[in-house]
């Protein structure tokens, strides 16, 4: 092995000798890279191979290349690559190509390799790893789509790319993502020749050569390829995306028009046929004799012609496909009409009517979602129709009686509104909920009762609320009647709270940090109240917690009345109790601490 690397060191010897000559490298340098290059040389020539070995030999010679560049740019001398770089750049093509032959599973080493060889290397060798890749991870669309990119773009070879997406198709023959790209691939095939046709009768020169057909011209090739795909893949989501794919290229308007045909004829019970064939309505321009809009008054009138042309479309939907998700699509299209900016008072307006319309109907057929009746009442509170928001919210909650977002929505509603009986709808909504879910409408109704009621009644329901949210969920709840005791009833009632709650688990370190801090915010500060705290906050978290441990020392240290001597017992106590990188982290802070940091 000692003759195989002295061999490979010696190898370098001339780009070191180059390096040097040039001024790029100090001898000393070169000195530091051949020890660096001989260490990284015997890690990938062991018996026992390692991933990482090899990956860092890649790293460390990527980063002498960038460092040539930069000090190439810096002196600005650009000869002697065939001796440097080309050098150095076959050498890591040969760890790449040892390393993805060795772990050929790994798809991340691959791309590496070919990320590597498109900044430094040739494209003849870059064409062969595509196929060795390939040969093993023929299951992955992806692979496939990003070699026949590579030909078809930084090859120029579109008929290399045109037999890797027939390779593909053969493995997965209903992949819609290796359809879409080789339809695409093909609209820009076509696309390219026009072009440069065009190019050859503009400059007036002979076009024997250029021979292809005037179908190829037209884009019959992406024509049998969406025939062919939309035979194997089914859905309206497919066929829409070729369409939309095809709108890129204008010389293919027969195809666009056939492909939209098709669309409207196949998929007549899909709703997004419906919303496309509605939302093109937005594109299509004025008539050619018609006026072009010029103030903004027009246009606005002009872009509501157009939002009008769309509802017609949507309404004969909504007839022809009762169904939510239709309704979804057309409600959606509303509100993000509504949603657009205008200084028009009457299209905002329009806008407006026409959503508040579609909701309506669409509720009296009950074919709203439980998203839906949310995005309604958000736009009524916002319109100020306090009334109407109500009447939704209950119709909601009546339909997604099991819903917690629901009753919370409607429970809002009633909060805002002022409703005298915000309480009844509160312990309604619990008998119809599960108690894990309940958690956000308990604290709610404890916010709005701090706000609207006596204390007293708070409490009662902070009470109600501890005994019937169990579980993690707790944790939040006790943490949120701890502060409303303290900002209600000051340090006094905080700490009868805490007393109240102390056995009653789980719990979290911040229950036990807030009556810490409220005990600091008094005047005197006991000691003895302090310790009790953290003693109790111990006791939960004292295996998992270092910082609790630290902070109590620390409170020893520092407090009038603390006894510094107790620190040499809670430091051991820690060290018993605490585990694995707890205790670790727990020693660095302590001496961390003693140092003075």
């Not at 390829?225 to 070729?242: D, P, T």
């Amino acid at each position: 092995m000692a003759e195989i690397i002295q061999e490979r060191i010696e190898d370098r010897i001339p780009e070191l000798e180059q390096l040097e000559r040039v001024g790029l490298f100090s001898r000393s340098e070169i000195k530091a890279i051949i020890k660096k290059a001989s260490d990284l040389e015997y890690k990938i020539q062991r018996r026992t191979l390692l991933k990482e070995d090899f990956i860092n030999y890649v790293q460390y010679e990527i980063n002498l290349l960038e460092l040539i560049q930069r000090r190439r740019a810096r002196i600005k001398y650009s000869f002697k690559k065939d001796e440097i770089e080309h050098s150095i750049v076959h050498r890591v093509q040969g760890v790449f190509g040892r390393a993805s032959a060795k772990w050929k599973e790994d798809v991340q080493l691959w791309l590496s390799y070919i990320v590597f060889c498109k900044k430094w290397g040739t494209k003849a060798h870059l064409s062969r790893i595509f196929s060795a890749m390939l040969a093993i991870h023929s299951n992955k669309p992806a692979l496939w789509i990003m070699a026949a990119k590579w030909e078809m773009e930084d090859r120029l070879s579109s008929e290399s790319a045109r037999q890797l997406f027939l390779r593909a198709l053969r493995f997965h023959p209903e992949c819609p993502k290796l359809y879409q790209e080789y339809f695409r691939m093909e609209l820009m095939h076509a696309e390219k020749l026009r072009k440069e046709k065009q190019e050859f009768e503009k400059a007036a020169m002979d076009m024997g050569n250029f021979d292809h057909p005037e179908e190829i011209l037209k884009g019959e090739l992406a024509r049998i390829i969406y025939k062919n795909s939309v035979s194997k893949i089914k859905g309206a989501e497919f066929h829409v995306s070729l369409l939309s794919i095809a709108q890129l290229f204008d010389f293919a308007k027969d195809l666009q028009k056939e492909i939209y045909d098709d669309l409207q004829a196949l998929h007549t019970d899909d709703p997004l046929t419906w919303d496309y064939v509605a939302r093109r309505e937005l594109e299509i321009e004025s008539q050619p004799g018609e006026e072009q809009p010029v103030s903004k008054q027009a246009k606005a009138v002009e872009v509501g012609r157009r939002e009008e042309r769309c509802c017609a479309v949507y309404e004969e939907a909504v007839k022809t496909l009762p169904t939510e998700a239709m309704w979804k699509c057309y409600i959606n299209f509303c509100l993000e009409r509504f949603s657009k900016k205008t200084s028009s008072v009457p299209l905002r307006g329009q806008r407006l009517e026409r959503t508040m319309l579609a909701f309506r109907k669409a509720h009296e057929l009950k074919l709203l979602s439980e998203a839906q009746y949310k995005q309604w009442i958000d736009l009524l509170l916002r319109q100020d129709l306090f009334n109407e928001a109500v009447q939704v919210a209950e119709a909601g909650t009546e339909l997604f009686k099991d819903s917690a977002t629901m009753w919370q929505m409607k429970l809002q509603v009633l909060i805002g509104s002022k409703n005298p009986d915000v309480a009844m709808h509160f312990e309604e909504a619990f008998a119809h909920l599960k108690p894990q879910v309940c958690l956000p409408l308990w604290i709610s109704w404890a916010e709005w009762s701090e706000s609207a009621k006596s204390q007293e009644d708070t409490e009662a329901i902070f009470k109600k609320a501890i005994l019937a949210v169990t579980g993690a969920s707790s944790i939040t709840l006790k943490e949120k009647y701890l502060d409303w005791a303290y900002r209600s009833g000051g340090y006094k009632k905080a700490r009868t709270v805490f007393k109240s709650l102390q056995e009653s688990r789980p719990f979290s370190v911040d229950f036990f940090r807030k009556m810490v801090q409220f005990e600091k915010e008094q005047e005197p500060c006991k000691m003895a109240n302090l310790r009790e705290y953290y003693e109790r906050a111990l006791r939960e978290f004292g295996s998992t917690d270092s910082d609790l441990w630290m902070d109590y020392i620390k409170e020893e240290l520092s407090h009038p009345f603390g006894r510094p001597e107790n620190c040499g017992q809670i430091y051991w106590r820690a060290m018993k109790m605490l585990q694995g990188q707890s205790a670790e982290l727990f020693v660095a802070k302590h001496a961390m601490h003693q140092a003075g940091h």
